[in-house]
């Protein structure tokens, strides 16, 4: 079995930085894609970013490009989001998921198969 475990969340006043970290367990086959999702208090989940399987390629929602990037260490089965010149909009549990197929598109919560338990990030004004 798969588990998802996200760290580095926390309180951080806006204009701040933040790394959240995704670590994943178990035996996994094939190329895989990873996420990151958002979900603010009373809001659906939001698409945040996405990495294939080489790091070629990478994914941004709209409100964080320019602000974020995702990257990932295979060897150490790790995933990561930095984030930098955080906006108190940017409060919320944020969640790494795995892509185990090729389902597109990347940013649609419904492709991707398994997820962590998530990390708060909170922003302070």
């Known amino acids: 079995q798969v588990q998802l475990v996200e760290s580095g969340g926390g309180l951080v006043q806006a204009g701040g930085s933040l790394r959240l970290s995704c670590a994943k367990s178990?035996?996994?086959?094939?190329?895989?894609?990873m996420g990151w999702f958002r979900q603010a208090p009373g809001k659906e989940r939001e698409f945040v970013a996405a990495?294939?399987?080489?790091?070629?390629?990478?994914y941004y929602g709209d409100s964080v490009k320019g602000r974020f990037a995702i990257s990932r260490d295979n060897a150490k089965n790790m995933v990561y989001l930095q984030m930098n010149s955080l906006k108190p909009e940017d409060t919320a549990v944020y969640y790494c998921a795995a892509n185990w197929g090729t389902a597109q598109p990347m940013d649609s919560p419904d492709v991707y198969n398994d997820w962590g338990q998530g990390t708060q990030v909170t922003v302070s004004a």
């Open positions: 178990g035996r996994t086959f094939g190329r895989y894609v």
């Open positions: 990495i294939s399987w080489s790091g070629g390629s990478t």
